[in-house]
Each structure stands twice: as structure tokens, then as C-alpha cells.
Nanobody, 115 residues
Framework: QVQLVESGGGLVQPGGSLRLSCAAS????????MGWYRQAPGKQRELVAE???????NYPASVKGRFTISRDNAKKTVYLQMNGLKLDDTGVYYC?????????WGQGTQVTVST
């Protein structure tokens, strides 16, 4: 059984920064990608950042240049550094792992950008 536990969400003012963490535990033979998605109220879940085991990254235009995804393989942890946060970045952020055992999701962590 694979578990993903996110942390680091919170309330921040526009222009501020947050760093999210996602720690994976359980039996994972191969991890192909780890990533972050977010879901704002009334909207569909969308990709925020993705990192493959080859080191390739993928960001949508809305966050490119502001968000950075990184990974500590030894700790099976993926991070999302978010800078220059905007009101539209508000939402629940979910960690996603795609590996040899399938696709797994974390429980989500709330990020609120507000004045």
C-alpha cells in the first residue's frame, strides 16, 4: 500500500511564497513521475507541475517561472516551491505519484492566497 502525505499549505498574501512537500511511503518498485495538481472551488483538477524520473519537468503557462518542482529520491519526497503567489493560485493541492504499482494521490493540502 502506497501512501502520499502532503504538508506545507497555508494562508499567504499575494506575492508571497510557500513550499509544499509530499512524502511517499510503502512498497514502490519504480516511480515514473511525481507531480502536483490543484483544484479550485468549482473548477476541475489541473496539473501544476510534474517531474519524471529522467529529470524532465512540465509546467503549465500559468505557473511557469514561479513554481519549481524538485525531488529527493532517497526520502521519496517531492517538493513544490511556489513564489510570486497570486489570488488564482488558491486551491487544494494534491500530490500524485505514477509508478509500477499504479497511480496514487495524496489527501490534499489547502493553499489560500488572500489579502
Amino acid at each position: 500500500q502506497v501512501q502520499l502525505v502532503e504538508s506545507g499549505g497555508g494562508l499567504v498574501q499575494p506575492g508571497g511564497s510557500l513550499r509544499l512537500s509530499c512524502a511517499a511511503s510503502g512498497s514502490i518498485d519504480v516511480i515514473w513521475t511525481m507531480g502536483w495538481y490543484r483544484q479550485a472551488p468549482g473548477k476541475q483538477r489541473e496539473l501544476v507541475a510534474e517531474l519524471t524520473n529522467a529529470g524532465n519537468t512540465n509546467y503549465p503557462a500559468s505557473v511557469k517561472g514561479r513554481f519549481t518542482i524538485s525531488r529527493d529520491n532517497a526520502k521519496k519526497t517531492v517538493y513544490l516551491q511556489m513564489n510570486g503567489l497570486k489570488l488564482d493560485d488558491t486551491g487544494v493541492y494534491y500530490c500524485r505519484l505514477w509508478g509500477s504499482g499504479g497511480v496514487y494521490w495524496g489527501q490534499g493540502t489547502q493553499v489560500t492566497v488572500s489579502t
